[in-house]
């Protein structure tokens, strides 16, 4: 379990989405390709809700002064996204589930287990994403 600050300052924790799948995607705003899967996953959690989280897990450490934050909201509302964006400052996540490379996705079951995880989102990582979250009778 982890409990980081969302974008707002609120503290979100893994365990207040127990039950529900669970899809993590790190990302930096200087990644063009964690911006692309951003939108791809906005569309996916799009109806599914119920059935599902999306945590957008930031890891720009290096630069969150309050100006950075309100361009980071600016470029999360660009995009339309819902779904929970979080600040990883310590990189405590990043470390937890040994990401070593942006953009990275992890797809934990209602039980907690990794069922996915893959960093370097292109075009073939949508089906394998679609694939695993339809397996797990989230997506269609």
Known sequence: DFTI???????????????KVVLMAFWA????????????????????EDKMVILAVNQ???NLSASHVAKL?????TLG???????????????LYCINALPTS??????GNVRFAEPNYYWASQKKIRKVLEDLGVAK
């Open 5 to 19: 600050e969302d974008i707002n300052g609120s503290p979100v924790s893994l365990s207040s989405f127990q039950g």
């Open 29 to 48: 705003s200087w990644c063009p390709r964690c911006m692309e899967e951003l939108a791809f996953l906005q569309g996916l959690y799009t109806g599914n």
């Open 60 to 62: 720009e450490t290096q």
């Open 73 to 77: 909201k600016e470029d999360i509302e």
């Open 81 to 95: 996204i819902t779904f929970p964006v979080l600040l990883d400052k310590n990189l405590d996540v990043w470390k």
């Open 106 to 111: 992890v797809i934990l079951d209602q039980e």
